[in-house]
């Protein structure tokens, strides 16, 4: 391997390193917002479980 394809590959493996670190996020989490408590609050002692 030459210098010139070796330098090369290196610059582009950085390039593409940057790239991925200053991208916009991946993430496409829906949208949902805080959910409602829906059931039943518990009555009795915490201590009997």
Known sequence: MSV???LATITQF???AAME???PDH???PNIGVQ???GE???GNADNW
């Open 21 to 23: 670190i200053f991208a």
């Open 4 to 6: 010139s394809k070796l």
């Open 41 to 43: 609050p518990y009555k």
């Open 27 to 29: 993430d496409s989490y």
């Open 36 to 38: 409602p408590f829906t």
């Open 14 to 16: 950085l390039t593409e």
